[in-house]
């Protein structure tokens, strides 16, 4: 590979990785809070709450996300006559994926307080919403943390199961270039692209940890 060609390569998995960090923000984004709602849902004393929700858990866990990224990109139209954009599709699927997997990750944190907490919170005063947020969140956000940074981690690498539905991110452009160069190189530039990104994720989920050391 000449060195142009090597520049040009550099120049398209940069804009790749653009796409592949926007679908990582914005599954952040969205997944985080659904996560939170389907977890008051799981944990809800209504059936008609809870079912549903479990439901949906479930399958979110127990399929693909490669599955759930072709279903939204072509299932949706023939079903409900939705049609959304390959982009909007990626997002969608990868925000109800996630939003599963952080449902699970916050509940196994807020049922490792002990109840004792709660009845502190309720000898101190305060609201059942104020317990939460003042003293039972703190600790759950730090419990929590290994765990989300696993999955923070696996989301960067996932965002490269977006080019089964040909969204032009950084695994795509890679397996173009691969295809048309009969080279190993662009293989080599991704994986250095991935690893910059998960450095960047590490790093930050160890200055949180950090941070949250008080708590010990």
């Known amino acids: 590979m000449s060195w142009e060609a090597f520049g040009n390569l550099l120049g398209e998995m940069a804009e790749g990785s653009l796409v592949s960090l926007s679908i990582f923000f914005l599954t952040l984004l ?6 939170l709602l389907a977890t ?52 969608i699927a990868f925000v109800l994926n996630y ?24 000898v101190l005063g305060f609201t059942r919403g104020q317990t939460f947020f003042h003293i039972i969140l703190p600790q759950v956000v730090k ?22 539905i040909v969204v032009i991110e950084l695994m795509h452009v890679t397996e173009q270039y691969a295809t048309s160069s009969v080279s190993v190189v662009p293989f080599i530039v991704a994986a250095v692209f991935y690893l910059a990104m998960n450095l960047v994720v590490s790093l930050c989920f160890s200055l949180a940890e950090k941070k949250f050391s008080y708590y010990r």
Request: net charge positive; aromatic share 14%.
């Open 30 to 35: 969205f997944s985080l809070p659904l996560g």
């Open 40 to 91: 008051f849902g799981e944990m809800s004393r209504f059936k008609v709450v809870q079912i549903p929700v479990k439901l949906y858990i479930l399958v979110m866990r127990g399929t693909p996300l490669m599955l759930q990224l072709f279903f939204v990109f072509y299932g949706l139209k023939p079903l409900f006559g939705i049609q959304p954009q390959r982009f909007q599709a990626a997002i």
């Open 99 to 122: 939003a599963a997997y952080f449902a699970e990750i916050y509940r196994g944190g807020i049922q490792s307080i002990p109840i004792g907490q709660y009845e502190a919170g309720k």
């Open 143 to 164: 419990r929590i943390l290994p765990p989300m940074g696993n999955e923070f981690v696996t989301l960067v690498k996932d965002t490269s199961l977006a080019q089964v």
